[in-house]
């Protein structure tokens, strides 16, 4: 099993659809969860940490279950300026700072 | 602004010659990080350091080398034997410490060796 794996993608979805990104890790003991995005040729910028009480911001929920080992983000209400790559994360945690990157899932949302 | 800086933006390399991709950041944190990024691959970790004059191999090390003598300089440098060097290599940083450990990137250096 991969350490960090997502939906290959691509999406294409119009505008004002609801999109959801599934990511699974393989590492119990990982401690600390993100979403990243990705414009093309661009560096990577966060988008949003996830809780295991789960987190909203605004269009965006994220969602944490622990004991399934997955993470997921769903985006609600696509605009196009959310066409980018969307990138899970994990954290090992602890006093190690690595963090383990998924390949990335493309989105294009259509007018 | 505070933030992380990479120079420069794109490389050309001949085969059989070493570059040093610089890495700053003012952001007072205290880890550092190299990745490097193929077309359709995840970022792969080169090196990382946790402290100033100190570092340690990621997942892809062989034929890269950095240094830390600066809290706010992590840079990298690509040798010759390293045998696939054209990649998109991104630098982060973080605060580091329990619950600290998102990441943030600098803009990247494109490298292509002709």
């Known amino acids: 099993r991969k350490e960090v794996e997502q939906d290959p993608g691509p999406f294409n979805v119009p505008e004002g659809a609801t999109v959801a990104f599934n990511c699974t890790y393989s590492?119990?003991?990982?401690?600390?969860f993100f979403w990243y995005r990705q414009d093309c040729r661009k560096e990577p910028k966060l988008l949003m940490s996830v809780y295991s009480s789960g987190n909203e911001d605004g269009r965006f929920t994220a969602q944490l279950n622990r004991a399934s080992q997955y993470i997921s983000l769903l985006i609600r209400d696509s605009k196009l300026s959310d066409s980018a790559t969307y990138l899970c994360?994990?954290?090992?945690?602890?006093?190690?700072?690595?963090?383990?990157f998924g390949k990335g899932t493309l989105l294009t949302v259509n007018p | 602004d505070g933030g992380i800086t990479q120079s420069p933006k794109y490389l050309f390399r001949k085969e059989g010659q070493n570059v040093t991709l610089s890495c700053e950041q003012n952001l007072n944190h205290d880890a550092m990080y190299w990745y490097r990024q193929d077309p359709g691959q995840g970022l792969r970790l080169i090196y990382y350091s946790q402290i100033v004059n100190d570092f340690q191999k990621g997942d892809i090390a062989e034929g890269y080398s950095v240094s830390r003598e600066k809290k706010e300089s992590f840079p990298l440098t690509v040798t010759s034997a390293q045998k696939n060097p054209t990649a998109f290599y991104l630098c982060?940083?973080?605060?580091?410490?329990?619950?600290?450990?998102?990441?943030?990137f600098g803009p990247g250096t494109r490298l292509t060796v002709l």
């Open positions: 994360v994990v954290g090992s945690g602890g006093s190690n700072y690595k963090l383990t």
């Open positions: 590492n119990s003991a990982s401690q600390s």
């Open positions: 982060a940083s973080s605060q580091g410490g329990r619950g600290y450990n998102e990441q943030f």
